[in-house]
Nanobody, 125 residues
Framework: QVQLVESGGGLVQAGGSLRLACAAS????????VGWFRQAPWKERAFVAA????????LYADSVKARFTISRDNAKNMVYLQMNSLKPEDTAVYYC??????????????????WGQGTQVTVSS
C-alpha cells in the first residue's frame, strides 16, 4: 500500500548539515504519519522524529531536538529531515517509516507498518 525510499545520506564533517528525503507512494500515503528512525552499529533502532498527516504536529527525540527539523510536502509525496549541527554520534542508517495512526506520542516503532531501506549518514570528527 505504501512504498518509501530514502535519499540524501552521505559523508559530512561534524557541524555540517544534511537533508534527508523520503519519497512516498501509495494511494493514501498523505494520510499517514511518517517517522524517521536511525540505527547505529551495535545499537538498537531508535526514534528520531515524526510528523502527522497534516504536518501540524511534530515530535523529536531529545537527542536531536533543536538540531533536526522534520517536514512534509504532501503535494510532492515527500517527507524531509533537515539535520544541522551534526555530531559523530548521529552516524547511523536512517530510515523513514509510515504509520496509519495519528497520535505521535503514543506511537511505538511497532506502530509503523511500512519502512524504507535506509540511507547511510556518516559524520566525521
Amino acid at each position: 500500500q505504501v512504498q518509501l525510499v530514502e535519499s540524501g545520506g552521505g559523508l559530512v564533517q561534524a557541524g555540517g548539515s544534511l537533508r534527508l528525503a523520503c519519497a512516498a507512494s501509495g494511494r493514501t500515503v498523505s494520510s499517514y504519519t511518517v517517522g524517521w528512525f536511525r540505527q547505529a552499529p551495535w545499537k538498537e533502532r531508535a526514534f528520531v522524529a515524526a510528523i502527522n498527516w497534516s504536518g501540524r504536529s511534530t515530535l523529536y527525540a531529545d537527542s536531536v531536538k533543536a538540531r533536526f527539523t522534520i517536514s512534509r510536502d504532501n503535494a510532492k509525496n515527500m517527507v524531509y529531515l533537515q539535520m544541522n549541527s551534526l555530531k559523530p554520534e548521529d552516524t547511523a542508517v536512517y530510515y523513514c517509516a509510515a504509520s496509519p495512526f495519528s497520535d505521535l506520542r503514543s506511537l511505538s516503532m511497532n506502530g509503523y507498518d511500512y519502512w524504507g531501506q535506509g540511507t547511510q549518514v556518516t559524520v566525521s570528527s
